[in-house]
């Protein structure tokens, strides 16, 4: 790793979000919250990071206030004034060693496993019942059951400001119930709710304006969003500049402050002709400030950790140069800051010998 990483560690300001450096932990899913309450454990976990250098604190998935929102009662909850007291402590923890934090508030849909989650008398629910195409689960969700998830995203960026969080992170990635409607393969509704691309946004721009309505305006709002589905890898959203423009449009104006564009490994071109990253492409169409993420220095994707393997580190190199481009403005890291909570710190001083290979054994435990 050769070249310098001034452009990692610059001030980053946007709105309301005042940020010592471009490194961001991702958000990723842990499971060490009995009932769904975040621990002393929870918190310290996310303080080391941002003692260790990293500029914004992205939650784990953190479950809006719908007893089918969640997948298992060990996620935490964003609802409640257990689970609530739990995040403002780990708030206070992160905001102590001078890091910012932002919750990232989920809805898995029919992703949920209805007999191993929580209430397994109810069913699991997405726009069309599909978890993907031609696997029906459940039936189409009620225009009742979508007003009550567009008011559990808005109650718990509320909450969120109140306690003290730097703004919120909406899930919209990853085949979960948002994409699920963002998705043709999965929203295939002949209401307001599905057809055109614009119909299929429009549960994501209704929490968006939400989560506006009640929050100050210049409380961050960062939107997660990826072309790839858990439920096929290969699935696109958008397959040219022109649909993405599209697809992005209306969740910009809506109030989206930051997108953050979730691919297997960030150095892959989003699509042909063009050196860009999903995330280059949608600051491009948008002119909002992106968060990239992607298998940050480590040589193989998320998917092998699901499986406990390992992955040797890689070089940032390139990272460093498309950040020195403005391709994007904000890089998140996760595997790597799971293993090494000093990760950025180590980046930052040229410690380079000091990082750690990552190891599945981290996901064990909340090191």
């Keep these: 790793?050769?070249?310098?990483?001034?452009?990692?560690?610059?001030?980053?300001?946007?709105?309301?979000?005042?940020?010592?450096?471009?490194?961001?932990?991702?958000?990723?899913?842990?499971?060490?919250?009995?009932?769904?309450?975040?621990?002393?454990?929870?918190?310290?976990?996310?303080?080391?990071?941002?003692?260790?250098?990293?500029?914004?604190?992205?939650?784990?998935?953190?479950?809006?206030?719908?007893?089918?929102a969640t997948m298992s009662a060990r996620i935490p909850q964003f609802h409640g004034d257990s689970a609530l007291a739990g995040w403002e402590n780990t708030v206070k923890a992160v905001h102590s060693v001078g890091g910012k934090i932002m919750p990232q508030l989920w809805h898995v849909g029919m992703a949920r496993p209805?007999?191993?989650?929580?209430?397994?008398?109810?069913?699991?629910?997405?726009?069309?019942?599909?978890?993907?195409?031609?696997?029906?689960?459940?039936?189409?969700m009620t225009q009742a059951q979508i007003e009550t998830v567009i008011n559990g995203f808005a109650a718990a960026a509320a909450d969120a400001q109140r306690i003290g969080f730097d703004g919120v992170e909406i899930h919209g990635a990853h085949g979960y119930l948002i994409d699920q409607f963002f998705w043709s393969g999965t929203n295939q509704r002949t209401d307001e709710w599905g057809g055109s691309m614009a119909n299929r946004s429009r549960l994501a721009v209704e929490i968006i304006k939400g989560i506006r309505a009640v929050t100050s305006p210049d409380f961050p709002i960062v939107l997660r969003y990826s072309q790839w589905k858990q439920q096929d890898y290969t699935a696109r959203l958008a397959e040219t500049p022109q649909l993405l423009e599209e697809f992005l449009a209306p969740l910009s104006d809506a109030g989206v402050d930051v997108f953050h564009c979730s691919q297997r490994r960030y150095w892959e071109n989003e699509f042909d002709g063009s050196d860009l990253n999903?995330?280059?492409?949608?600051?491009?169409?948008?002119?909002?400030?992106?968060?990239?993420?992607?298998?940050?220095?480590?040589?193989?994707?998320?998917?092998?950790?699901?499986?406990?393997?390992?992955?040797?580190?890689?070089?940032?190199?390139?990272?460093?140069?498309?950040?020195?481009?403005?391709?994007?403005?904000?890089?998140?890291?996760?595997?790597?800051?799971l293993q090494d909570p000093n990760w950025a710190d180590k980046i930052r001083h040229g410690k380079l010998e000091e990082l750690e290979q990552y190891s599945g054994e981290a996901l064990a435990t909340l090191s």
């Excluded at 397994?120 to 993907?132: A, I, N, Q, R």
């Excluded at 992955?311 to 391709?327: A, F, H, Q, V, Y």
């Design 1 to 68: 790793m050769s070249k310098k990483v001034d452009a990692l560690f610059k001030p980053f300001n946007h709105k309301g979000l005042s940020l010592d450096n471009r490194v961001v932990m991702a958000p990723m899913t842990r499971e060490f919250s009995p009932d769904g309450v975040p621990t002393s454990d929870v918190a310290d976990y996310y303080r080391r990071r941002a003692q260790g250098g990293t500029g914004l604190i992205i939650t784990e998935g953190t479950t809006i206030n719908d007893p089918v």
């Design 114 to 140: 209805q007999q191993k989650a929580p209430f397994p008398e109810l069913p699991s629910v997405g726009p069309s019942g599909l978890f993907k195409p031609g696997k029906q689960g459940s039936e189409p």
């Design 278 to 337: 999903l995330a280059g492409w949608t600051k491009k169409l948008t002119g909002k400030p992106t968060i990239s993420v992607g298998s940050v220095g480590l040589n193989e994707d998320f998917f092998s950790a699901f499986a406990g393997q390992g992955s040797n580190t890689r070089s940032i190199d390139d990272l460093i140069e498309r950040m020195d481009k403005g391709e994007f403005d904000l890089i998140a890291v996760g595997r790597a800051l």
